[in-house]
């Protein structure tokens, strides 16, 4: 109902934006427990030995962090693609002109 009466404003726009913020901020919240809880997992199971313990805070840790900067992890990408030489396509007519 709520939503009717918003675009009835003329706000349906910034509803949809708000909503969105929402719903990215929970997903960071979740997948921040899910990485806790894989951690404690993985070092009770491990019998709490030193090194599992060090492996499961620095996997947490960039997982959180890889969630947490999803434009740097973009942009990484999106430079080492848009930097990459263009192809060279060579067609083989048989000997015909075009």
């Known amino acids: 109902m709520s939503v009717l009466l918003t675009a009835a404003n003329g706000g349906i726009l910034d509803w949809t934006r708000d909503k969105t913020g929402e719903v990215s901020s929970t997903l960071i919240i979740v997948a921040g427990a899910l990485a806790v809880l894989f ?39 999106g430079n080492e693609i848009e930097s990459a030489p263009t192809p060279i396509v060579v067609i083989d007519t048989g000997g015909v002109r075009l």
């Open 39 to 77: 951690a404690i997992w993985y070092v009770i199971k491990s019998g709490f030995r030193f090194p599992a313990i060090l492996m499961a805070a620095l996997s947490a840790g960039f997982f959180l962090w890889v969630v947490n900067n999803p434009d740097f992890v973009a942009n990484l990408f």
